[in-house]
């Protein structure tokens, strides 16, 4: 009995600091959407880590928030062409995703050139994430860029202790609509550094963090009148990406992002998953969107959207209507798929008159 009692305390203990493992499931694809909130905070405690360590930024105070929407390539004939099922297999991407860290305030002050729509290709494998290429309309044109030599973001399996370093290399070429070419370099060196529980406005999780130390070095070439052909070099600091990230949530559950010059570092970023909290007025009918949570899901999902939701149905594969659950008038709702077996379904939103719906696969 005595000893029984032992082996059940060292199994609660072993339990209680089981150190969170991530692999390919716990990161977005195409199809998903994650809500993140934006918070200021210049002072906010980066530094703090290690082994089980209590992380604590309950107090941040979200200013807006995003809806990040992973779009798969089948919402775009233009980017499916080149990074589909017929590019080689390491460019053959999971999903887009709008890209806002290029420098490209910077390269439309040099260039007389406008560049919008910048969008980043991943590819999520079994065994990283990866960044294969941009997409970008370049004065009126759509464009695609492959990158000639593959950054790796993350690593699998990624947990305490592990770490690699990975090279980014972009040539983009904007003839025939200018003379003119950017190349970009990047190195990035990741190592997990902590484990332990995290607390944020969004709930308290067992996490581990991951430091990113991003080195980009970007160079423009453009034939400048009476000098000629020259290349100029973009002025862009060295970056640290701070993430915390637990299972199954797509995106990190906090990520500050500061800029370091010699031994200072400042804040200039701060992003946490969160739930709708009113903060993007002005949404239209037309970008009504909606996440769940965890996906795949073993018993209950976290249905969360950026309006009201009237209701929801879940659909199986055969076209049976499983559940119906009416009035909900919320912007999110816990779904119980307890009672459902292991498939594929189909989670339907009802509002305004008009139907959403996002595939849901039932451990």
């Not at 880590?49 to 930024?57: D, I, V, Y």
């Not at 983009?172 to 944020?200: C, E």
């Amino acid at each position: 009995m005595k000893n029984l009692a032992s082996l059940i305390l060292s199994i609660v203990f072993l339990n209680a600091n089981a150190q969170l493992v991530l692999n390919k499931i716990d990161f977005a694809t195409g199809g998903d959407t994650v809500r993140m909130s934006k918070a200021f905070d210049i002072a906010i405690d980066y530094t703090t880590t290690g082994p089980n360590t209590t992380w604590n930024f309950s107090n941040l105070t979200p200013t807006s928030q995003v809806v990040k929407d992973f779009k798969t390539l089948g919402t775009s004939p233009f980017l499916q062409f080149y990074f589909g099922l017929f590019a080689p297999l390491k460019y053959q991407a999971s999903y887009f995703l709008e890209n806002t860290t290029l420098p490209i305030a910077q390269i439309t002050q040099i260039l007389p050139i406008s560049i919008d729509n910048v969008n980043q290709l991943t590819r999520r494998s079994n065994d990283s994430v990866t960044s294969i290429g941009y997409s970008m309309t370049v004065s009126g044109t759509a464009l695609p860029f492959k990158s000639d030599t593959i950054e790796k973001r993350y690593d699998f399996p990624v947990q305490y202790g592990t770490s690699f370093t990975s090279r980014g290399y972009t040539f983009i070429d904007f003839n025939p609509i200018l003379d003119a070419k950017w190349i970009q370099h990047r190195k990035r060196n990741s190592t997990v550094d902590g484990y332990g529980m995290i607390t944020t406005p969004y709930g308290t999780f067992n996490a581990i963090r991951i430091k990113h130390e991003i080195k980009e070095t970007d160079s423009i070439f453009y034939v400048l009148p009476i000098i000629g052909g020259l290349w100029i070099p973009l002025s862009l600091p060295k970056s640290n990406e701070y993430e915390w990230w637990t299972n199954n949530q797509k995106e990190p559950i906090l990520k500050i992002t500061t800029t370091a010059l010699a031994s200072n570092e400042t804040v200039t970023a701060i992003e946490y998953r969160d739930i709708y909290r009113g903060l993007d007025l002005g949404i239209t009918e037309q970008t009504i969107d909606f996440s769940i949570s965890p996906n795949p899901v073993k018993e209950h999902a976290l249905i969360e959207c950026n309006s009201m939701i009237e209701s929801i149905q879940v659909i199986d594969e055969m076209g049976k209507v499983c559940s119906t659950i009416p009035n909900i008038n919320n912007v999110t709702y816990e779904l119980d798929l307890s009672s459902l077996k292991s498939g594929s379904y189909s989670v339907v939103l009802q509002k305004n008159g008009k139907s959403l719906t996002k595939q849901l696969i039932k451990l």
